[in-house]
């Protein structure tokens, strides 16, 4: 899913339906950040940080992903904590309104 984010989805022109197919996605994606399982969430923090080092999370989206994966720092799960500190690393990396 993320790499159809990044190839396909992540352009400036997309068409109503293409966007809406994104938004659904990123609904998905988010909603896996609080699994049951830690491999899962440990699994999505990782597609998180792809689509983010990508440059290919829209920018209105932005904050509340910032604010799922900040809750994942308190994890029980040390991979889904190293996930979650590795996406907010690439998130400072990528950040579109800092410096380059």
């Known amino acids: ?33 609080h699994d049951v399982h830690a491999y899962v969430r440990s699994k999505v923090l990782q597609i998180w940080q ?7 999370i829209p920018l209105a989206r932005q904050q509340h992903v910032l604010g799922l994966v900040i809750g994942r720092l308190t994890d029980m799960s040390s991979n889904v904590r190293k996930n979650a500190i590795i996406y907010l690393k690439e998130y400072l990396m990528s950040n579109a309104f800092g410096s380059q």
Do not use: F, P
């Open 50 to 56: 792809n689509i983010c080092r990508e440059k290919a």
């Open 1 to 33: 899913m993320g790499k159809l984010l990044v190839l396909r989805l992540s352009q400036d022109d997309l068409t109503e339906n293409m966007k809406n197919t994104r938004d659904q996605i990123l609904d998905h994606l988010e909603n896996h950040i």
